[in-house]
């Protein structure tokens, strides 16, 4: 049996109108909630959520591992943006992950979705910057990349938009 905490999801950005009943069925399968100690949704729920034009936002008091698997790995197979938020328990830390085109971004986060970034990564970037500014030799484009390695830039989390077809991923 799996430890379970809480995580909650919200998905965005464009889907394509060929993906909303497999979404919808993804979602449902996930046993989740509109809120906290709510009763799970209903599948026209989820049809009629999507439809708005909204980011839509599920929870799940009890999700396996504060994960959403399949509809994660769904989401993330068919370029479906989401972030999700899970919170800390016993041993785990609380996650946050991003999808934007099927990209994974995944940090550390505090309870209230805070990323968190590792000391010594920031140490590292320090002895880095030092180094490379002593020889004169940084150009702001080596350093903003050396940055992103360690903060990679998630862009917003956009309303739903029904598509006709399937957005480019470039």
Do not use: H
């Not at 049996?1 to 993906?19: K, T, V």
């Not at 790995?73 to 479906?80: I, K, S």
């Not at 989390?157 to 480019?168: F, G």
């Amino acid at each position: 049996m799996s430890d379970r905490f809480p995580a909650e999801i919200s998905i965005g950005g464009q889907i394509p109108e060929a993906l909303v009943e497999d979404l919808v069925d993804a979602i449902f399968s996930e046993g989740v909630s509109w809120d906290w100690g709510d009763a799970y949704v209903k599948k026209d729920e989820v049809r009629a959520a999507l439809q708005e034009g909204k980011i839509v936002t599920f929870v799940n008091d009890e999700a396996s591992y504060g994960e959403f698997t399949d509809l994660e790995n769904f989401c993330a197979d068919n370029f479906v943006d989401f972030d999700r938020q899970s919170t800390a328990k016993y041993e785990y830390d609380g996650i946050s992950i991003y999808c934007r085109d099927g990209d994974i971004i995944e940090y550390f986060s505090t309870q209230n979705g805070k990323c968190l970034v590792e000391a010594k990564k920031i140490e590292n970037f320090i002895k880095f910057f030092q180094k490379t500014s002593k020889k004169g030799l940084w150009e702001a484009s080596e350093i903003l990349k050396k940055l992103r390695q360690i903060v990679p830039i998630v862009t917003e989390l956009t309303p739903v938009q029904i598509v006709e077809t399937q957005p480019d991923p470039e």
